[in-house]
Structure formats: structure tokens, C-alpha cells
């Protein structure tokens, strides 16, 4: 992640425009996407932990992915957000570090910041690898993805996140007389070498091909899957339906995640290339903006997407809203299972009464003509 603790104290015309661009981006914007994702997240956490969810190891990365965007937009709210909305003044008249930011320039956000970003990033390509893995061997899953073997997979992402962001905690250090961070004479040679070499192939390069593979190859066997159905109208079941949504909302996922990650990829390569011109850049300072609020986006909105492709999801959430405001949340649990069984009957016997022309034949051969009932649901 790009760093903005240094500032220049001789504001120019295209300084102010970076600044209020950044107190709408960042303070305004960033603070009601973080506000809506901490909420939207927190509600997917519960969901997902309900004893109908938290059995697969699907639902078990997305809990973990959902702590991750938790903590980014926390961090993101008082190192961005809060910090414009007061300093947006202070910046623009070119006055010393105000007292807000001067408890910000001691706290270690930057290494926080980039340990949660990369546990984000590598929890994405191992929930897409754990769905790759149940299409190509949906034999042999059950024994590859156990629950034990999902919790030791995310452990060893934090663990890997917080040793590869060990040298950024070494990078600078707080000077007191001048009121601001400086760079140690180790964070000058990580700057130089990790930050280039190491930071995009890791960060960028190397997810990016990954995810870029897997939803390919995750994509081709949601088309033939959909031509299967086609052929075999009729016959396709619950679970697989289910399954086929699942996969279709990982999709959106990683899809949404590559774009919001982009600009940031596109960003790092041009500060590696030519780090002084870039820095004066305005356009690289406007970009820089977009990009970080496109990645409070990306953490923000799983949500919705959890809601718009998983039925189950939905279903899940609104019995845990229900269970919340209503008195009596059995008799719900009752209507919600006279109505899904009610619900399935109907659809097998549309499916039958549609294979057979209309009509079913008895034991003893004589044609038996059905009658649906527009609401067979009980009053």
C-alpha cells in the first residue's frame, strides 16, 4: 500500500485539488462505505456461523474473509476518513501536524494496514482454490477439504501476512522535534528493494494470475454445467442448483476483487518505475485515491453479493432477523418449513405433470388428471 505520511508544507493550486478530492474520496465516500461494510460484514459473520452454514469450508473461508474486511475498514476509517474530515482545513493552510494526526504518526497503521490487506488477498485465492477443488474432484473433497484442514489453511495466511509485513514495522520511525515520520536507514533499503521487487509479484502479480486461472477454469464449468441442465431439463436437484449459485457468487467475488485491486497494481508499477515523477503527479495522486476507495469497496460489498446469489443466505438471514424482532420465532420456523416443503411439492409435481403430457398413469394404467392448486400453501 502506498504511503501518504509525508506532505508537502508548500500547498500549490494542483495540492488543493488532491486534498479536496481526497476529503470527498476518503472522508465523506470511504466513511459510508466503511460504516455499511463493518455492519454488512459483522451480519455475514452471524449468518455464516449458523449451525445450517458454518459446516462447509466454503462459509468457513468467507467467515475468515469477513474478519479480515472488518479489520481493514477499521483501520481505514481513522488513518483516512477521520483524518481528512478534520485535517482537510489544516492541510489546505499549511499548518503544523494537528494533534489527531500526531497520535496517527505514532501508531504502526502501515504495517497493520498491509498485514490485514494480504490476509484479504490470499484468503480470496483460497476460497477460489477451495471451489476448484470441489468441482474438479467433488469425489474426493470431502477428505481434502475437512474442517481441519480449512482452519490450518487460514492460520498459515495470518501467519505468512504477518511475517512477509515484518519489515514494514522496521521501516520508519517517529521524530519528535519535526512532528513527523522518517525513514530508518533499514526502512530506506526496504523501501528501495522490497517495496519494488518484492511487494507487487507477491501482492499483485502472483493473485492476480491465480485468481485470473481459477475463475477461468471456474467459469468453463459453470457454462457446461448450464448446458447440462439444459439437456436435462427437469432433473436437476436442489443441492446442485445450491452448488451452481455458490460457484456463480464466488465468481462475482474474485471478478470484483481484480477490478477494485488494479488500479493499485497499475499505481505500485508506475511508483517503481519512476518514483519522483509520479509523486508530483497529480494524476497519480487522484488514482491513488480511487484505487484505495475501490479496495474499501471491494471489502464493503460482499455482502450484497452473499445476498443476491445465495438463496440459502437469504433465507438464513431473514430467520436470524426474524428470530431477533419477532416474540414467537418457532411458529416463523414453522411457516418457513410448511412453505419450503409446500414450495418443493409443487415443483415436483409441475416437473412430473410436464413429462408426462399433463397427466400420471396409475397402478393400473389408467391416466389419473392432476389439478394444481394455485395456493397450496396453508391459510
Same mark, same amino acid.
Given at each position: 500500500?502506498?504511503?501518504?505520511?509525508?506532505?508537502?508544507?508548500?500547498?500549490?493550486?494542483?495540492?488543493?485539488?488532491?486534498?479536496?478530492?481526497?476529503?470527498?474520496?476518503?472522508?465523506?465516500?470511504?466513511?459510508?462505505?466503511?460504516?455499511?461494510?463493518?455492519?454488512?460484514?459483522?451480519?455475514?459473520?452471524?449468518?455464516?456461523?449458523?449451525?445450517?452454514?458454518?459446516?462447509?469450508?466454503?462459509? @468457513?473461508?468467507? !467467515?475468515? $474473509?469477513? /474478519?479480515? =474486511? %472488518?479489520?481493514?475498514?477499521?483501520?481505514? #476509517?481513522?488513518?483516512?476518513?477521520?483524518?481528512?474530515?478534520?485535517?482537510?482545513?489544516?492541510?489546505?493552510?499549511?499548518?503544523?501536524?494537528?494533534?489527531?494526526?500526531?497520535?496517527?504518526?505514532?501508531?504502526?497503521?502501515?504495517?497493520?494496514?498491509?498485514?490485514?490487506?494480504?490476509?484479504?488477498?490470499?484468503?480470496?485465492?483460497?476460497?477460489?482454490?477451495?471451489?476448484?477443488?470441489?468441482?474438479?474432484?467433488?469425489?474426493?473433497?470431502?477428505?481434502?477439504?475437512?474442517?481441519?484442514?480449512?482452519?490450518?489453511?487460514?492460520?498459515?495466511?495470518?501467519?505468512?501476512?504477518?511475517?512477509?509485513?515484518?519489515?514494514?514495522?522496521?521501516?520508519?520511525?517517529?521524530?519528535?522535534?519535526?512532528?513527523?515520520?522518517?525513514?530508518?536507514?533499514?526502512?530506506?533499503?526496504?523501501?528501495?528493494?522490497?517495496?519494488?521487487?518484492?511487494?507487487?509479484?507477491?501482492?499483485?502479480? @502472483?493473485?492476480? !494470475?491465480? $485468481?485470473? /486461472?481459477? =475463475? %477461468?477454469?471456474?467459469?468453463?464449468?459453470? #457454462?457446461?454445467?448450464?448446458?447440462?441442465?439444459?439437456?436435462?431439463?427437469?432433473?436437476?436437484?436442489?443441492?446442485?442448483?445450491?452448488?451452481?449459485?455458490?460457484?456463480?457468487?464466488?465468481?462475482?467475488?474474485?471478478?470484483?476483487?481484480?477490478?477494485?485491486?488494479?488500479?493499485?497494481?497499475?499505481?505500485?508499477?508506475?511508483?517503481?518505475?519512476?518514483?519522483?515523477?509520479?509523486?508530483?503527479?497529480?494524476?497519480?495522486?487522484?488514482?491513488?485515491?480511487?484505487?484505495?476507495?475501490?479496495?474499501?469497496?471491494?471489502?464493503?460489498?460482499?455482502?450484497?453479493?452473499?445476498?443476491?446469489?445465495?438463496?440459502?443466505?437469504?433465507?438464513?438471514?431473514?430467520?436470524?432477523?426474524?428470530?431477533?424482532?419477532?416474540?414467537?420465532?418457532?411458529?416463523?420456523?414453522?411457516?418457513?418449513?410448511?412453505?419450503?416443503?409446500?414450495?418443493?411439492?409443487?415443483?415436483?409435481?409441475?416437473?412430473?405433470?410436464?413429462?408426462?403430457?399433463?397427466?400420471?398413469?396409475?397402478?393400473?394404467?389408467?391416466?389419473?388428471?392432476?389439478?394444481?392448486?394455485?395456493?397450496?400453501?396453508?391459510?
Amino acid at each position: 500500500m502506498l504511503s501518504n505520511d509525508s506532505y508537502d508544507h508548500d500547498v500549490d493550486h494542483s495540492l488543493r485539488y488532491i486534498l479536496l478530492f481526497r476529503l470527498i474520496v476518503w472522508g465523506y465516500v470511504g466513511m459510508v462505505l466503511s460504516i455499511f461494510g463493518i455492519v454488512g460484514n459483522i451480519i455475514t459473520i452471524l449468518v455464516l456461523m449458523s449451525s445450517s452454514l458454518r459446516t462447509t469450508s466454503t462459509n @468457513i473461508y468467507l !467467515i475468515a $474473509l469477513s /474478519c479480515s =474486511n %472488518i479489520l481493514f475498514l477499521l483501520i481505514f #476509517i481513522p488513518s483516512y476518513s477521520i483524518r481528512y474530515l478534520l485535517g482537510y482545513s489544516v492541510y489546505m493552510s499549511n499548518e503544523p501536524p494537528f494533534a489527531f494526526e500526531i497520535i496517527l504518526s505514532r501508531l504502526p497503521t502501515t504495517p497493520v494496514y498491509n498485514t490485514i490487506l494480504l490476509s484479504i488477498i490470499y484468503l480470496t485465492i483460497a476460497v477460489s482454490m477451495d471451489r476448484l477443488i470441489l468441482i474438479k474432484l467433488p469425489l474426493k473433497s470431502k477428505h481434502i477439504l475437512t474442517k481441519r484442514a480449512t482452519l490450518t489453511t487460514i492460520l498459515l495466511i495470518y501467519i505468512f501476512s504477518i511475517v512477509y509485513c515484518i519489515p514494514y514495522w522496521l521501516e520508519q520511525r517517529y521524530a519528535p522535534d519535526t512532528q513527523e515520520c522518517l525513514l530508518t536507514n533499514i526502512g530506506k533499503k526496504i523501501h528501495k528493494y522490497i517495496r519494488i521487487y518484492f511487494y507487487i509479484p507477491v501482492v499483485y502479480v @502472483i493473485p492476480f !494470475i491465480t $485468481l485470473t /486461472c481459477i =475463475n %477461468i477454469t471456474i467459469i468453463q464449468n459453470l #457454462i457446461a454445467k448450464k448446458r447440462r441442465k439444459q439437456s436435462l431439463f427437469g432433473k436437476t436437484n436442489r443441492k446442485v442448483s445450491a452448488d451452481y449459485h455458490i460457484t456463480l457468487m464466488l465468481v462475482a467475488i474474485i471478478i470484483v476483487f481484480v477490478l477494485c485491486q488494479l488500479p493499485l497494481l497499475v499505481l505500485n508499477v508506475w511508483y517503481a518505475i519512476d518514483p519522483h515523477g509520479s509523486y508530483e503527479s497529480f494524476k497519480f495522486h487522484a488514482l491513488n485515491s480511487i484505487g484505495i476507495l475501490l479496495t474499501v469497496f471491494n471489502t464493503s460489498t460482499n455482502f450484497l453479493l452473499y445476498c443476491f446469489f445465495g438463496q440459502k443466505f437469504r433465507l438464513t438471514l431473514l430467520q436470524f432477523i426474524l428470530n431477533v424482532f419477532t416474540k414467537n420465532p418457532k411458529d416463523y420456523n414453522l411457516q418457513r418449513q410448511s412453505l419450503v416443503d409446500n414450495k418443493v411439492q409443487l415443483k415436483l409435481l409441475q416437473q412430473r405433470i410436464s413429462a408426462n403430457q399433463y397427466s400420471i398413469t396409475t397402478s393400473d394404467s389408467k391416466p389419473l388428471q392432476v389439478k394444481i392448486n394455485p395456493n397450496p400453501l396453508p391459510r
